[in-house]
């Protein structure tokens, strides 16, 4: 079972949506290259990390590319999914919006059909 970060690390009144919890937990779907949805120490790590780096946005991470520094997180200032480029200066971090989870879905298995055929 998947361990996501627990009500204490996350924002007041943030839950996950049920799009992200039947994807990640029910279907299991965590790997989709090259993105990956991560949980554990790895995930409460690099929460706290963006916490520390970017002490201005409300970022809660929920998936990261293997190919780079990319994270994809829940900006809960725009209430979308902001993918931002880990350890970048602040200011300079943004890559990519999307409206909502399964927007970022859809685009994470069109980047892993892109990255099969590299």
Do not use: S
């Not at 361990?3 to 779907?29: H, K, M, Q, S, W």
């Not at 990390?49 to 809660?60: C, I, N, Q, S, T």
Request: include cysteine; charged fraction near 35%.
């Amino acid at each position: 079972m998947a361990e996501f970060l627990t009500a204490d690390n996350l924002p007041e009144g943030f839950e996950y949506p049920a799009e992200f919890i039947r994807v990640a937990e029910d279907l299991e779907l965590t790997n989709l290259e090259p993105w990956w949805i991560f949980d554990g120490d790895q995930l409460r790590i690099r929460a706290t990390g963006l916490r520390d780096r970017y002490p201005e946005r409300k970022l809660v991470p929920f998936a990261r590319r293997q190919d780079n520094d990319d994270l994809a997180c829940w900006d809960l200032d725009r209430g979308d999914v902001a993918v931002i480029h880990d350890f970048a200066d602040a200011g300079r971090e943004q890559r990519e919006r999307f409206e909502d989870f399964n927007a970022w879905l859809r685009q994470a298995v069109e980047d892993l059909i892109e990255f099969g055929d590299m």
